[in-house]
T-cell receptor, first 113, second 112 residues
Framework: NAGVTQTPKFQVLKTGQSMTLQCAQD?????MSWYRQDPGMGLRLIHY???????DQGEVPNGYNVSRSTTEDFPLRLLSAAPSQTSVYFC????????????FGDGTRLSIL | KNEVEQSPQNLTAQEGEFITINCSYS?????LHWLQQHPGGGIVSLFM???GKKKHGRLIATINIQEKHSSLHITASHPRDSAVYIC??????????????FGKGTKLSVKP
């Protein structure tokens, strides 16, 4: 059982490039989310989804796009990378009922030059 | 703004010591989570609680709803407990979809 799988683990981009961070889960979880983790700050929610076809913005959505065409996959797109988006990105999932533990991917370390 | 405050920010202990990490929050919550982030970066859920106390091995988590405070205790600490411990809460307000608000974490280092 793989849990939550994120790819790639590391990526370096140039300012203005676009890319997609992949996230897949095999637990049939309804809720999926993307966070960024920056030094000295708690994890911050970028976007989340409560089911296939449904997405919504979190605390820091600007510059990011998401879609949820299947229950399993929740890709995060950087439209035009900026140095301020240098961060570690985590994808997480949980069952649809609110008070359930979250399962995290191993993270993607992204550097924008 | 709903915030989650953790203390201390950094903690160094000798192997075998009893460790306490604190978390406080500002308004009513439906659940509080304790997470562990290993030096390699992965995040693991340790506890989810809405009242009372939970225990798993050498780890104990307590919550006091009236005081809006939770503690994570580690008994007989070991170097492998070295990690960042993160508190996160799920606030009771409509439209939140159960999203978590995270503290900044407590970095624990246990010396042999």
């Amino acid at each position: 059982n793989a849990g939550v799988t994120q790819t790639p683990k590391f990526q370096v981009l140039k300012t203005g490039q676009s890319m997609t961070l992949q996230c897949a889960q095999d637990m049939n979880h309804e809720y999926m989310s993307w966070y960024r983790q920056d030094p000295g700050m708690g994890l911050r929610l970028i976007h989340y989804s409560v089911g296939a076809g449904i997405t919504d913005q979190g605390e820091v959505p600007n510059g990011y796009n998401v879609s949820r065409s299947t229950t399993e996959d929740f890709p995060l797109r950087l439209l035009s990378a900026a140095p301020s988006q240098t961060s570690v990105y985590f994808c997480a999932s949980r069952r649809g009922r609110v008070n359930q533990p979250q399962h995290f991917g191993d993270g993607t370390r992204l550097s924008i030059l | 703004k709903n915030e989650v405050e953790q203390s201390p920010q950094n903690l160094t202990a000798q192997e075998g010591e009893f460790i306490t990490i604190n978390c406080s929050y500002s308004v009513g919550i439906s659940a509080l989570h304790w997470l562990q982030q290993h030096p390699g970066g992965g995040i693991v859920s340790l506890f989810m609680l809405s009242s009372g106390k939970k225990k798993h091995g050498r780890l104990i988590a307590t919550i006091n709803i009236q005081e809006k405070h939770s503690s994570l205790h580690i008994t007989a600490s070991h170097p492998r407990d070295s990690a960042v411990y993160i508190c996160a809460v799920r606030y009771n307000y409509g439209g939140s979809q159960g999203n978590l608000i995270f503290g900044k974490g407590t970095k624990l280092s246990v010396k042999p």
